[in-house]
């Protein structure tokens, strides 16, 4: 798998994708960039979830040298706003701007920030029409153009718009399209308004999973740091590994779990040998109870005893699903793999499971009711078994003076409540990884406020 730095990128923006927490490329990344930055129109078959944004990102980036010189056509303005703060992450040592235009927003506040004269425009086709028959946004000047997937555009009914808009695009353009799927309306499309187009498809193969436990739980990315922490309260794992998107998610990731009290280290590509073996061995040893990882760091690791795994992010490829959660259930030991997933990400949840043949069951998110109910449950069996282990006399003696000055029951509920862990409410703050996109596509990091707090059972 090469690296960004082999692909022909200039300094800033390999500056703005270190600083975003990219390991390496994926594999649209790696087939699109440098066809896209050679000037070839291409058509791309990828999922949601495959990195496409940065793959397209990246060339508009490096190739845009005039106002109003690429434009992206988006289908919702969810994504278009998506796309943007992308671009503009990408961009930012360039001083690349673009600006999402989508209705909904005051068209007027969309006028004046055209009047600025951002390099790219990403746009919804409604909207672009709006301004088109305005006489407000003029296409004269684009030579790239990204049509975002194609198909959802299609089935909103927007590939007449579409079709508009690009014959007010000069033909000498770049045109670059993306699609999960090619019914003919989208080939009809790029036979009609692109250039000898390279294809590539990064659809999934079938791969085979471990046999075990796995669920998902639909979470709205500000609230998964909560749900992941009432998680591990309610399975108290023995040893578990969660996995993050990029090795800026694995550190903040892992320093929130201390925060909370969690004994948990991270691992990833920034790290020297030295450092990787000690996080490496302080699990191993059971000194840490929760390795945070990304997937390139986890390859090749051969670890025993996981009882759980964490898709903290959705992995971007059925084959990386696999491999993630073939670190547990090992040695004929049942395993359990939980992803948390955003709403946005259900389409690619079910294509890896398209691709896997398996079922991933949903759960519903945990309440803090169901945590606490866990957490007695769990401190009632420690006690159970730390008694049926035998007690030595000196606790019995210690027991007995107790019993004189304080009542049975009392004195047992008191044993469970300091087992029982108070809720944490400890502030973390975690940077927004929504969805496909890298960590910093969003306008502002998300502050997020532990509504329940939790702890695991055993503390540092």
Same mark, same amino acid.
């Given at each position: 798998?090469?690296?960004?730095?082999?692909?022909?990128?200039?300094?800033?923006?390999?500056?703005?994708?270190?600083?975003?927490?990219?390991?390496?490329?994926?594999?649209?990344?790696? #087939?699109?960039?440098?066809?896209?930055?050679?000037?070839?129109?291409?058509?791309?078959?990828?999922?949601?979830?495959?990195? #496409?944004? @940065?793959?397209?990102?990246?060339?508009?980036?490096?190739?845009? !040298?005039?106002?109003?010189?690429?434009?992206?056509?988006?289908?919702?303005?969810?994504?278009?706003?998506?796309?943007?703060?992308?671009? $503009?992450?990408?961009?930012?040592?360039?001083? +690349?701007?673009?600006?999402?235009?989508?209705?909904?927003?005051?068209? $007027?506040?969309?006028?004046?920030?055209?009047?600025?004269?951002?390099?790219?425009?990403?746009?919804?086709?409604?909207?672009?029409?709006?301004?088109?028959?305005?006489?407000?946004?003029?296409?004269?000047?684009?030579?790239?153009?990204?049509?975002?997937?194609?198909?959802?555009?299609?089935?909103?009914?927007?590939?007449?718009?579409?079709?508009?808009?690009?014959?007010?695009?000069? /033909?000498?353009?770049? /045109?670059?399209?993306?699609?999960?799927?090619?019914?003919?309306?989208?080939?009809?499309?790029?036979?009609?308004?692109?250039?000898?187009?390279?294809?590539?498809?990064?659809?999934?193969?079938?791969?085979?999973?471990? $046999?075990?436990?796995?669920?998902?739980?639909?979470?709205?990315?500000?609230?998964?740091? !909560? +749900?992941?922490?009432?998680?591990?309260?309610?399975?108290?794992?023995?040893?578990?590994?969660?996995?993050?998107?990029?090795?800026?998610?694995?550190?903040?990731?892992?320093?929130?779990? $201390?925060?909370?009290?969690?004994?948990?280290?991270?691992?990833?590509?920034?790290?020297?040998?030295?450092?990787?073996?000690?996080?490496?061995?302080?699990?191993?040893?059971?000194?840490?109870?929760?390795?945070?990882?990304?997937?390139?760091?986890?390859?090749?690791?051969?670890?025993?005893?996981?009882?759980?795994?964490?898709?903290?992010?959705?992995?971007?490829?059925?084959?990386?699903?696999?491999?993630?959660?073939?670190?547990?259930?090992?040695?004929?030991?049942?395993?359990?793999?939980?992803?948390?997933?955003?709403?946005?990400?259900?389409?690619?949840?079910?294509?890896?499971?398209?691709?896997?043949?398996?079922?991933?069951?949903?759960?519903?998110?945990?309440?803090?009711?169901?945590?606490?109910?866990?957490?007695?449950?769990?401190?009632? !069996?420690?006690?159970?078994?730390? @008694?049926?282990?035998?007690?030595?006399?000196?606790?019995?003696?210690?027991?007995?003076?107790?019993?004189?000055?304080?009542?049975?029951?009392?004195?047992?509920? @008191?044993?469970? #409540?300091?087992?029982?862990?108070?809720?944490?409410?400890?502030?973390?703050?975690?940077?927004?990884?929504?969805?496909?996109?890298?960590?910093?596509?969003?306008?502002?990091?998300?502050?997020?406020?532990?509504?329940?707090?939790?702890?695991?059972?055993?503390?540092?």
């Amino acid at each position: 798998m090469p690296i960004f730095e082999e692909l022909g990128l200039s300094l800033p923006v390999l500056q703005a994708i270190a600083g975003m927490g990219f390991e390496e490329p994926t594999p649209i990344q790696e #087939k699109t960039i440098p066809l896209a930055l050679a000037g070839r129109d291409l058509i791309g078959r990828a999922q949601t979830g495959t990195g #496409k944004t @940065a793959a397209f990102g990246i060339p508009l980036v490096e190739r845009v !040298d005039n106002p109003l010189g690429a434009l992206v056509i988006a289908p919702t303005r969810e994504l278009a706003i998506q796309v943007a703060e992308e671009l $503009n992450k990408i961009g930012q040592y360039k001083r +690349v701007a673009a600006l999402p235009i989508y209705g909904g927003q005051d068209i $007027n506040r969309q006028i004046r920030a055209l009047k600025n004269r951002p390099q790219i425009i990403v746009g919804t086709p409604g909207r672009l029409m709006d301004h088109l028959r305005r006489g407000t946004l003029r296409l004269s000047q684009v030579s790239l153009v990204v049509l975002d997937e194609a198909d959802e555009m299609l089935d909103m009914g927007f590939i007449d718009d579409i079709k508009t808009i690009l014959q007010e695009v000069p /033909t000498t353009r770049q /045109t670059m399209l993306f699609s999960a799927t090619m019914p003919q309306p989208i080939q009809e499309l790029a036979q009609r308004f692109m250039n000898d187009p390279e294809y590539i498809d990064v659809t999934p193969k079938e791969v085979t999973v471990p $046999n075990m436990q796995q669920y998902y739980i639909e979470v709205q990315e500000q609230h998964k740091f !909560d +749900v992941f922490c009432r998680l591990l309260d309610m399975h108290s794992p023995e040893r578990a590994i969660v996995f993050g998107r990029t090795k800026r998610r694995v550190d903040e990731l892992a320093e929130g779990l $201390n925060k909370r009290g969690y004994s948990a280290e991270g691992i990833h590509g920034d790290l020297t040998q030295a450092k990787r073996d000690t996080v490496m061995r302080h699990f191993k040893e059971g000194l840490t109870e929760i390795l945070v990882a990304t997937d390139v760091a986890a390859r090749g690791l051969d670890i025993s005893g996981v009882t759980h795994v964490y898709n903290f992010d959705l992995p971007q490829d059925p084959e990386s699903y696999v491999h993630r959660i073939g670190r547990t259930g090992r040695a004929g030991q049942p395993g359990v793999a939980t992803t948390l997933v955003a709403p946005r990400e259900i389409g690619h949840l079910r294509m890896i499971e398209r691709a896997t043949k398996k079922r991933i069951v949903r759960q519903p998110m945990p309440t803090v009711t169901e945590v606490l109910r866990e957490q007695q449950r769990i401190a009632v !069996d420690r006690l159970l078994k730390t @008694a049926s282990d035998g007690v030595s006399g000196q606790y019995k003696e210690l027991a007995e003076g107790l019993l004189a000055e304080t009542d049975s029951i009392t004195l047992v509920a @008191a044993a469970l #409540k300091l087992l029982t862990k108070e809720p944490d409410r400890t502030p973390v703050t975690l940077s927004d990884e929504s969805g496909y996109r890298p960590r910093s596509s969003r306008r502002a990091n998300t502050s997020v406020h532990r509504k329940h707090g939790g702890h695991k059972p055993r503390r540092k």
